[in-house]
């Protein structure tokens, strides 16, 4: 599922907001690739890039909540921890070479609803605190 962005998606808070934009890039970059027929070693290649995107995205956040004393800070850790388990387990079989390409598409929206979810429900409720000191 391609994911279009739209200002419900936005912070408020530039460079989280670059990052979100940045990982709503390549997840649909995947998907194209994904529909395309590219290889899944390939394609594992793209979400290696996902992963590198989202540890970065992640970091820049709990470095922003701690220097704002955010109260649920290390809840927010917590899910980040989460979201980067549940993608690595996501991205194996890419790697491995273990999926099959009739599998990509049908498993893939997972990716983007991962992502979603992380702005959403994750992010969304911290906004208006942040963007107060920011």
Known sequence: MVIEWTDAYKI???GLDDDHKKLVDTVNH???QAEYGVDTRALGII??????QMEAHF??????LDRHDYLDRLGHTTRHQQVMQQLKRFIEPYKSGALLHDQTCDKAEFLSNLLIKHIIEDDQPF???LRTLV
């Open 12 to 14: 408020g808070i530039p």
């Open 47 to 52: 979400l290696d890039q996902v992963v590198a």
């Open 127 to 129: 906004k208006s605190c």
């Open 30 to 32: 995947f998907f194209t």
């Open 59 to 64: 970091q820049r956040e709990e470095t922003l």
